[in-house]
């Protein structure tokens, strides 16, 4: 707060003047963090496919051909708070 850096205004969107309609179109696109300025940006090469983490395919498999155990499987929930 003392360096006025609390709250960073920007003058420009993340992407080029190219990439704006590839970059507004397409759902998978991600800014990345630029060292050099240390701000975002998009790169030249969008994403147009979904990553599959297959990590737990194994366990959930094994859960439902009733030969693996659930225990410890679950789904982290926080606290829902509604500002009214």
Do not use: C, W
Request: charged share 20%; hydrophobic share 45%; proline share 6%.
């Amino acid at each position: 707060m003392i360096t006025n850096s609390l709250v960073k205004i920007k003058d420009a969107p993340p992407y080029t003047p190219e990439l704006e309609v590839p970059v507004l179109l397409n759902s998978m696109a991600r800014a990345t963090l630029d060292a050099k300025t240390g701000g975002y940006s998009f790169p030249k090469k969008l994403a147009n496919e979904v990553t599959v983490d297959k990590a737990n395919a194994k366990t959930i498999a094994d859960i439902i051909a009733g030969t693996g155990s659930a225990v410890g499987v679950g789904v982290d929930q926080g606290m829902l708070h509604l500002l009214i």
